[in-house]
């Protein structure tokens, strides 16, 4: 060190605090645990994904049923406009009728 | 961006499991927690693998997150009124190894009665020979209070160790 001379008890401390050598069964336990955990973040994933395509399923059903409905209240909204105008049509068509029966009576009338 | 390197994880553990198991131990004074901050360590690096770019960026972090997590395992344990280091000098699992002269290992038992701060300067100093300005990067400090710590932790190790190892000299 440069603020502290070299002596004995330096030299002494060096010694004493060499690296120990590490518990044999620490690399298989650590190794195991891996595994455990590489497992749990691979189900994890699994969960994930399975959750999030029961999500979109039900959002499709759901959008789906959705726009049946609309395209059906459409449908019938048509449906019901055509016997409208159906209607209007044999109105028109009724009271033409009448207005020539009319017209016919008073031109007989006249003469 | 691509890298040339490809790490394989159980080859660093391989390398690596001693200096951040006694990193650990020397920490926290308790060989089952030592162990289960190195796993965590260890899981950690695994997950953060693919952010590391070399061998040499590998080796920094683990003694970053090694500290760390020792620092945190400490702490958990204070916060439940555990103090590990108390019982060192009974404890037979202390970090002391065979290999050492007892003179050594009773200078690492000493080390362990060191504030948190200084231990941690000291262990990086002299179990990772790292400089003043690598252990100020790795324990996130200044380089000048790294550089307190390392003298005010040497000077009080050495006052104890005049103390001790006169006694336990005298007892050998």
Not at chain 2, 26 to 47: C, K, P, S
């Amino acid at each position: 060190m440069e603020f502290e001379p070299k002596d004995d008890f330096d030299r002494e401390l060096r010694q004493a605090f060499q690296r120990q050598p590490a518990p044999p069964g620490l690399k298989r336990r650590l190794m195991d645990q891996r595994r455990r955990q590489q497992s749990a973040r691979i189900h994890q994933r699994v969960v994930l994904w399975q959750r999030l395509a029961a999500t979109l399923v039900l959002a499709c059903t759901l959008g789906g049923l959705l726009a049946w409905r609309h395209v059906r209240q459409e449908r019938r909204g048509e449906e019901l406009r055509q016997q409208v105008l159906t209607a209007f049509r044999i109105t028109n068509h009724a009271l033409d009728q009448m207005n020539r029966q009319l017209a016919s009576h008073s031109g007989g009338d006249q003469e | 961006m691509t890298r040339d390197w490809q790490p394989d994880f159980e080859q660093l553990v391989d390398e690596h499991q001693s200096m951040v198991f006694s990193l650990a131990w020397r920490m926290t004074g308790d060989r089952g927690l030592a162990e289960e901050v190195a796993q965590d360590v260890f899981l950690e690096l695994d997950r953060n693998l693919p952010r590391l770019e070399s061998p040499l960026h590998v080796l920094h972090w683990l003694r970053r997150v090694a500290m760390s997590r020792s620092a945190d395992a400490m702490r958990r344990l204070r916060v439940r009124g555990v103090d590990l280091w108390v019982e060192m000098d009974e404890d037979p699992s202390a970090p002391a190894d065979d290999r050492f002269s007892p003179l050594g290992a009773r200078l690492e038992q000493l080390l362990a009665t060191l504030p948190e701060a200084q231990r941690a300067a000291l262990i990086l100093r002299y179990q990772e020979d790292q400089s003043p300005d690598e252990i100020a990067v790795t324990l996130n400090a200044p380089v000048a209070t790294v550089k307190s710590h390392l003298q005010r932790g040497l000077k009080l190790l050495r006052a104890k160790a005049n103390t001790h190892l006169k006694e336990y000299i005298r007892g050998v």
